[in-house]
């Protein structure tokens, strides 16, 4: 992507020119005006552009006053046409030129007829939230979709034939409506509570000109800065053909999100938390030895792949996870152009090098033939260097040598180097490696010694995800042959299941924020009863905070509560608060004095009987089926169910053996129904 290859279609989108000729005088000469610059690498963080000093929906509508308002650009496939905001981020400081765009979507409840509960909540496991009434989305569009968004401006706002055709042209855009489309470089929504959902970062390799990093930073920014309460994310990310949520485990014991703070939010298929970790620790902890011992006999490339990394590193590598982790921090040091050489037996040259290959090679080798007379004991560095002193003048060589080879293979050997825990001094030691690498002679031909190898980035990504396939994802012979190495696929299956992740943010307010006396900051939620006074079965609703004024009186603070959780919840929408539940105070009280700071209240109140039905975003709480699945699933995953036609409870296909590839039965009945049907005595 050029360095400001979508900025032509952003800025039209942008600019307000719509095409409309009926617009006021007022928003022509808004249209008009430059729209603001604000720094992308400090937008969302605390004072920046706002001061975030409020709960979460207060902060939003802070944020928004210093957007660019429109009000007329995005409209969702109902018609309904929906408030949104721009802002003009620049990347670098001198560069003006090179801007992305971050809009801001309001998008009510009554926006949408379909789509009123969240999937992703059900997902998460945040089912028992009630429905909101606003969300916000925060979209960063990519190339094509912002061309796409830009085109069905020619309609005002609403789809056009222009749009869709170019939309299907693009590809991957299955809509014409920002919020809805796919393809973003990076969408997140917020509820109006706190409560958000990370749903797709795009970087370089999917056509943004940021990468995931930057993108992430941005986003976590946000979250911080407005003071999210948790935000979960699905993670599918691959690439060249890896899962990424497997890779990263096995290296990191976590996700490539785990460095913004994201963990372990809730599995698929029945996987819990301690089953996730079980899975990572087993794959982590096998010993890279038993791997060649199994494998190395009918694979002959894993056995070089571990000499190859072993003879780079400058550590032992011992276990599957040591492997992993210091190739891909290998390639992160590695420059995209193949410029790192290494020269058997394993020391990294840099091009600033003073010495040629071929005085490291002979200094190696006069060091490794005094550890030899050593007869293979541990040995200090000051008489490993003053025995090769005999042979080697030049002691800065020396002393280059004994720190490059630590822990390296040289010829059928392996130069180990250790702090003695006692004298605190350096010591070296020599390991025949000859009978463990039977391979390994080939790797030091004498014709191969004359030439440097390359480590390229390629070779190096070539090599992790050869590992990868081979001992992750296929089902090797070996690996059936030894029983720790058969827990493999069933870790990996259980690490591929645990895609939902979460991160719960503070929600600490800045102590200026809140002033004793003046000021009380409160925690409150709601519980709902019927007409005879007695509590609905219900999820407690979260604690919401408010900041509210010590002299208002008990009954005031019962109406800015009944305000509050009206405007976001969409269930509430009718709701009287009628008392606090514990604590005991009259009508005309004052709240300072009464209520003490940081207090937890439970209001009771009701609401219309009509709206019990559909207020809650999971489904089996409003009643439309429920699920109960083999492996443990009480409710929806995400992942492909059937319902039985007779008792309605909802199972996973793949959990009934019917593989992705089969379309759903029409008629299916769960193994209890039928075997009711079979000895039932009507039929006997």
């Not at 809805?180 to 969408?187: D, F, V, Y």
């Not at 992750?472 to 259980?494: D, F, H, Q």
């Not at 408010?546 to 008990?554: D, N």
């Not at 443990?632 to 053996?657: F, N, S």
Request: charged fraction near 25%; aromatic fraction near 10%; glycine fraction near 8%.
């Amino acid at each position: 992507m050029s360095p400001n290859g979508g900025s032509k279609y952003l800025e039209h989108f942008c600019s307000g020119s719509t095409g409309a000729t009926g617009c006021n005088k007022k928003r022509k000469k808004w249209c008009g005006e430059q729209q603001r610059l604000f720094r992308f690498k400090s937008f969302g963080s605390h004072g920046y552009p706002a001061e975030f000093d409020r709960t979460f929906w207060k902060n939003v509508k802070a944020l928004l006053e210093f957007g660019n308002f429109k009000d007329n650009l995005v409209c969702n496939g109902d018609g309904i046409v929906l408030s949104c905001w721009s802002f003009q981020l620049e990347l670098h400081r001198h560069r003006p030129d090179r801007t992305v765009f971050l809009f801001v979507v309001e998008e009510p409840v009554e926006a949408s007829s379909i789509y009123q509960h969240c999937k992703h909540c059900q997902y998460i496991g945040w089912g028992h939230h009630m429905v909101y009434n606003v969300k916000y989305h925060f979209v960063v569009p990519s190339k094509e979709t912002a061309a796409a968004a830009t085109t069905c401006l020619s309609c005002h706002g609403s789809y056009c034939d222009g749009g869709t055709a170019l939309a299907a042209a693009i590809g991957k855009i299955k809509s014409s409506n920002l919020v809805e489309m796919e393809g973003h470089a990076l969408h997140g929504i917020f509820h109006c509570n706190g409560f958000g959902h990370l749903l797709c970062v795009n970087g370089v390799e999917m056509g943004s000109e940021l990468n995931g990093h930057h993108l992430m930073d941005l986003w976590d920014r946000l979250c911080t800065g407005l003071r999210a309460r948790k935000v979960s994310l699905t993670d599918i990310s691959q690439k060249k053909g890896m899962d990424l949520r497997l890779l990263h485990g096995v290296a990191y014991a976590g996700s490539w999100f785990r460095r913004w703070g994201y963990q372990f939010g809730r599995g698929s298929f029945g996987v819990t938390e301690p089953m996730y970790q079980k899975a990572i620790q087993a794959i982590q902890n096998i010993p890279l030895c038993l791997l060649h011992h199994h494998l190395g006999s009918s694979d002959h490339y894993i056995p070089l792949i571990f000499t190859k990394y072993q003879a780079l590193s400058d550590h032992s590598l011992i276990t599957l996870a040591d492997l992993f982790q210091f190739m891909l921090e290998l390639k992160s040091r590695l420059p995209k152009e193949p410029s790192i050489d290494s020269f058997n037996p394993g020391i990294l040259l840099e091009t600033s090098c003073r010495w040629s290959p071929k005085r490291i090679e002979m200094a190696s080798r006069v060091i490794v033939d005094a550890l030899k007379r050593a007869d293979f004991r541990w040995v200090s560095r000051q008489e490993v260097r003053d025995a090769a002193r005999a042979y080697i003048g030049d002691t800065g060589l020396l002393d280059f040598v004994l720190k490059s080879l630590g822990n390296h293979v040289v010829g059928n050997y392996l130069v180990r180097r250790s702090l003695n825990p006692v004298t605190k001094v350096l010591e070296y030691c020599l390991e025949d490696i000859s009978n463990t690498l039977p391979n390994h002679d080939s790797l030091m031909d004498p014709k191969t010694k004359a030439s440097p190898c390359k480590i390229t980035r390629f070779q190096l990504a070539k090599d992790i995800f050869y590992l990868y396939k081979c001992i992750l994802r296929e089902k090797k012979v070996g690996l059936n042959s030894c029983g720790i190495l058969t827990a493999v696929p069933v870790a990996t299956r259980i690490i591929l299941d645990s895609k939902y992740l979460v991160k719960e943010f503070s929600q600490e307010l800045p102590s200026r924020a809140i002033q004793t006396g003046e000021t009380i900051e409160i925690y409150c939620t709601v519980q709902i009863k019927d007409k005879e006074k007695k509590s609905i079965p219900m999820p407690m609703l979260p604690y919401e905070c408010l900041i509210i004024r010590g002299s208002m009186t008990i009954n005031e603070l019962k109406r800015e509560v009944e305000k509050c959780f009206r405007e976001m919840y969409w269930g509430l929408r009718s709701l009287v608060i009628e008392s606090i539940a514990n604590t005991t105070t009259w009508e005309n009280d004052r709240v300072y004095g009464q209520i003490d700071e940081g207090s937890e209240l439970v209001f009771e109140g009701g609401i219309d009987a009509n709206e019990l039905q559909g207020m809650w975003e999971s489904s089996s709480l409003n009643g439309r089926g429920c699920v109960d699945c083999a492996c443990g699933a009480k409710e929806d995953d995400g992942e492909r169910m059937v319902p039985c036609d007779i008792c309605e409870v909802w199972q996973h296909t793949r959990c009934l053996r019917i593989p992705n590839s089969e379309e759903i039965p029409r008629i299916f009945l769960c193994s209890r129904c039928e075997q009711d049907i079979i000895f039932s005595p009507s039929l006997m």
